[in-house]
């Protein structure tokens, strides 16, 4: 057969051209319109890192004040997205609501089905400033909590915790969680976003391409992993069992989660940090057992695999600390990167060709079709 190029999970295959951002697979750097996205985490807010990655350049101080009072004021959810959320069942995995909740805001959104570049824009505002809405209200609707509103002074990590937990957040939490943002808002053409695109690319429109965005980052092998390595980490349950369940799960063949990427092959830079925050919460709180625990577990799959922790290894850890519930830290990441899906959408609609890949065919050509008795 002749070569057609196939690549299995189109490993390596370059679809697109974008401007937004670049991983060194080799080096372990990610970097966002330029700058290195561990810089901006420690030298800018998740809203900057919005701006840059929608508009291309850091916002000067009027500008940000313009961008962040615009965030705020679109935090508010239409009643009819409340009115949903509060009707689906208790037992409802957060990210299938905030899957629902997204498309059904897409028919509220008050400009309707029009598709220009400023409407788009606008729409980019109210995902990303709602989406934090609807992952804090579920959540406390289904615990029967009374859902508190959004504070349109706060900056948006502050207010996501806030609105989840009924607590100002401390210094340290808000520092953390606004860090884990940054590190989750964009990771070049990974599955979620491929899936954003390709929707976006047949010209339909921005909800639709973050509603099939958050179904892929749903996926254990994607987005999911972080909610998996917490489950993996409390399933080990103590120091001594490191071993032997990492043991057992290798002779069982089964994937580490939290544990290799398709893109580095050295540590994930965002992994980095977040180990570095895990630890130093770890510390305040006065709790090391389940970072001892994480690092024991990185130790002995690095040593018997081969194999660098990923972002989703310590995300979780930190999430915790901050009581968001493992099943939200999902959407958590959703609520970080959206802010790349609406970059690369919005970036697609300007410059759009349909993606439309081929499929190398491996069945029979030339059957014919017999009579339904003789089958
Ligand atoms: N645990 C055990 N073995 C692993 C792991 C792992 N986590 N990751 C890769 N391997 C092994 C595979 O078994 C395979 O070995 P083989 O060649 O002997 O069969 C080899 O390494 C290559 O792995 P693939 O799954 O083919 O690599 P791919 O690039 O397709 O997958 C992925 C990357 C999905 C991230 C994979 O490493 C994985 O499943 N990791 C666990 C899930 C996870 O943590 N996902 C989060 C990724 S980061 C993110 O999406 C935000």
């Keep these: 057969m002749a070569d057609t190029g196939f690549k299995a999970g189109l490993e390596d295959v370059v679809a697109l051209t974008s401007d937004l951002c670049f991983i060194d697979g080799k080096e372990g750097r990610l ?44 935090r508010q959810l239409d009643p009819a997205v409340e009115r949903l959320l509060a009707s689906l069942p208790k037992t409802t995995a957060p990210m299938d609501a905030l899957r629902t909740a997204v498309s059904l805001a897409g028919i509220y959104d008050p400009d309707g089905d029009a598709m220009e570049p400023e409407v788009n824009q606008r729409k980019a505002v109210r995902l990303v400033a709602q989406i934090p809405t609807m992952v804090a209200a579920f959540d406390r609707m289904r615990k029967d909590l009374p859902v508190i509103a959004p504070d349109r002074d706060l900056a948006l990590a502050d207010n996501f915790l806030w609105m989840l937990t009924g607590k100002r957040p401390s210094g340290q939490n808000a520092k953390a969680f606004d860090t884990a943002l940054i590190l989750h808002a964009d990771h070049e053409l990974n599955a979620s976003t491929f899936s954003a695109r390709v929707t976006a690319g047949t010209l339909s429109d921005i909800y639709s391409a973050t509603t099939s965005a958050i179904g892929t980052l749903k996926g254990p092998l994607h987005g999911g992993a972080n909610e998996q390595v917490m489950r993996m980490v409390d399933e080990i349950g103590s120091l001594d069992n490191v071993r032997p369940w990492l043991d057992q799960a290798f002779q069982e063949k089964r994937k580490i989660m939290g544990f290799g990427h398709r893109v580095y092959k050295t540590d994930d830079p965002r992994a980095v940090v977040l180990r570095r925050f895990s630890r130093e919460m770890s510390q305040t709180q ?24 990923n972002v989703d290894f310590y995300s979780g850890s930190v999430y915790r600390m901050m009581e968001i519930p493992v099943d ?37 050509t030339h059957l014919t079709v017999k009579p339904i008795a003789e089958r």
């Design 31 to 74: 970097v966002y319109r330029g700058y290195d996205a561990v810089d901006l985490s420690e030298h800018a807010t998740f809203e900057e890192v919005v701006f840059l990655l929608w508009y291309g350049n850091l916002p000067n101080a009027g500008q940000l004040k313009t961008f962040l009072r615009e965030l705020g004021e679109s």
């Design 286 to 309: 006065g709790t090391m057992d389940i970072f001892n625990r994480l690092e024991a577990i990185g130790d002995y799959v690095r040593e018997q695999k081969h194999l660098h922790p």
């Design 328 to 364: 939200v830290f999902t959407p958590v990441f959703a609520i970080s990167r959206i802010a790349g899906w609406t970059a690369h959408i919005l970036e697609q609609y300007h410059n759009n060709r349909l993606i439309r890949p081929r499929a190398e065919y491996t069945g029979p």
